[in-house]
């Protein structure tokens, strides 16, 4: 879980928050209404470490394909599609993604114009940025001929934007965007949240997954934050193999925060991942992420009634349990509060997952066995 450290000015004392899980109950609708009503909350990060003002031109907005969740658009003519994941599968989500990617392809940018203006908000698209000059005065001099230019590369394709939000972005829709990104250059992004409460506050802390790939990408080289991760996960598969031969690892080393052990069933998997942002935690877990929801509840039960002989087992590890977790997935998990990439971290890392290995490997093979 994050943390959420505040205080008030010239006072040394900091507030704590931890984050929670958002209520359940109509969660993904209350998202979509918020991101709607404040679009820079998602608004990408240029090279600058700026986020261009944004607005919301579509909400609902009705296409030949289907009802797009919301279409942005920032003041410099920059087209973003964002599909909210409620409960759709991976398959669902990124196949609508690609139909409203397919019907805005298909018009032009006076066309677009006209839905825009029928939709109620803006007049037109030139609107849209008067209005967000009259908010961003400093973008004075954005010249409308360069935004439409902008925008019909947008509906060509080139330089469209897809945002997948939720509080939780599943795995199977991290591996298929990861998968487009990297095999086509796809911009495709995943967004999700930690949520604080305190008082009479909510605070969402957004969390931007897959940016730094499209940069590597566009670059050819890697950043400052994908060398690192690089360079730790690759110290601890070498270690790991070392150790327990029979770990089969990826064939490639992730630049991302989080690797996953195969251990021979597919959407069964040991992890080590960093959580928090920043940083602040390190997880070693046991993830159930299989298609049905009640394969993974019955995987979960059957070792959660087991928890207390596993944690002796693991010579006294405290474990942590989780379902429903990203919607229908499950997992059993030990942590540390560490977000640096220490020796003493690495350490940890790879001891505690060869105990995870050890003891929940041969009792999964059991137990799907029977």
């Not at 379902?323 to 499950?330: D, H, I, L, N």
Request: aromatic share 10%.
């Amino acid at each position: 879980m994050g943390m959420l450290g505040f205080r008030k000015r010239n006072e040394q004392k900091l507030t704590f928050l931890e984050s929670t899980r958002y209520a359940l109950d109509n969660k993904e609708e209350d998202l979509h209404r918020l991101v709607s009503s404040n679009p820079r909350l998602v608004a990408l990060e240029q090279d600058d470490g700026a986020r261009l003002p944004t607005a919301t031109i579509g909400d609902h907005l009705r296409l030949p394909s289907g009802e797009l969740d919301l279409l942005l658009m920032d003041i410099v003519g920059g087209l973003t599609i964002v599909e909210l994941k409620r409960d759709k599968t991976p398959r669902d989500v990124i196949a609508q993604i690609l139909d409203y990617a397919s019907d805005l392809h298909e018009m032009t940018t006076d066309e677009l114009d006209q839905l825009i203006s029928k939709h109620g908000k803006y007049d037109s698209l030139k609107h849209v940025v008067k209005e967000l000059q009259q908010d961003n005065p400093e973008y004075e001099d954005v010249d409308f001929a360069e935004v439409k230019d902008k925008i019909g590369e947008c509906l060509a394709g080139k330089k469209l934007q897809f945002l997948v939000v939720s509080y939780e972005v599943d795995a199977g829709i991290r591996k298929v965007a990861n998968f487009l990104r990297n095999s086509y250059g796809m911009k495709i992004y995943c967004v999700e949240f930690d949520y604080f409460e305190g008082n009479d506050s909510e605070y969402f802390i957004p969390e931007v997954i897959g940016i730094e790939e499209i940069k590597r990408i566009e670059t050819g080289e890697l950043s400052a934050t994908q060398k690192s991760y690089k360079a730790f996960w690759g110290d601890l598969l070498g270690q790991l193999k070392e150790k327990e031969p029979s770990i089969r690892t990826h064939q490639s080393t992730p630049t991302v925060n989080a690797i996953e052990i195969p251990i021979g069933y597919g959407s069964i998997h040991l992890e080590w991942a960093f959580h928090g942002q920043p940083r602040s935690w390190f997880e070693v877990g046991l993830h159930f992420e299989k298609p049905s929801e009640q394969e993974n509840k019955k995987l979960y039960e059957h070792f959660v009634s087991l928890k207390r002989e596993i944690e002796s087992e693991l010579g006294g590890l405290e474990l942590k349990t989780e379902f429903p977790w990203m919607t229908r997935c499950a997992r059993i998990y030990a942590s540390k509060q560490e977000g640096q990439m220490t020796e003493e971290l690495k350490d940890w890392a790879l001891h505690t997952m060869l105990k995870f290995y050890s003891v929940f490997k041969p009792r999964l093979d059991k137990f799907l066995r029977s």
